[in-house]
């Protein structure tokens, strides 16, 4: 499976009809296939919504898509509202496979780590070898790597029942000596390659998104 994360800007104080009009339009769209997830940010950069797509591949993206804007109700009419749109593929871990429909949040925290180019196996390593302990304290949305758009990314998103029951965990886990991987790695002797950026935000999910 391959997930495309489609990033929008949207202008400020339009939310709420953005995601009126798309949930109207997604009721056709679902038939060609379904969402993994809808989200709009809360805390970070604001005025946005993120939509994730599931495909077996490139190929059955195209198709579907191309299938989905034949059918004349696709792509929802918020154009007007745009700013910016960005898409990225993304790979799920080997180790990790995204969870089914239904209630995780509704808070959502989205971290990319970005690294320098040749960093993925030591990555996929030692988080092999650490998310075993950290899902004693709570489990992911998503765990996965960037292989179109902004490269040697690594995305994992993690639900939460508010921000304090996020802080709560992430505490846990850490003092626990479970998290963060780099922390696992240097306990046990293993080398840990740095990330060269980070980015985060907390999003929350629509009426409509499968993923709430």
């Not at 339009?14 to 009721?27: H, I, L, T």
Request: hydrophobic share 35%.
């Amino acid at each position: 499976m391959i997930y495309e994360f489609r990033t929008y800007d949207i202008k400020p104080g339009s939310q709420a009809e953005v995601e009126k009009r798309f949930g109207e339009a997604y009721e056709t769209r679902k038939k060609y296939s379904e969402l993994f997830a809808f989200w709009h940010t809360e805390i970070g950069p604001l005025n946005q919504i993120i939509h994730v797509w599931g495909y077996k591949d490139l190929e059955e993206r195209h198709r579907i898509r191309s299938e989905a804007v034949k059918s004349g109700n696709w792509p929802p009419k918020i154009a007007e509202y745009l700013v910016a749109q960005r898409s990225e593929i993304f790979m799920p871990a080997p180790f990790f496979t995204p969870p089914a429909p239904g209630k995780m949040g509704p808070y959502f925290e989205m971290r990319t780590y970005t690294y320098a180019s040749g960093a993925l196996p030591n990555v996929l390593e030692n988080w092999s070898k650490a998310l075993p302990g950290r899902t004693q304290f709570s489990k992911p949305c998503f765990i996965g790597y960037s292989e179109l758009g902004g490269l040697n990314k690594w995305l994992h998103i993690w639900p939460y029942a508010s921000v304090d029951e996020r802080n709560a965990v992430r505490d846990k886990a850490r003092d626990a000596g479970a998290w963060p991987p780099s922390a696992l790695a240097a306990k046990e002797g293993r080398t840990s390659i740095p990330y060269v950026a980070q980015e985060n935000k907390i999003v929350m999910p629509a009426k409509f998104s499968p993923i709430q």
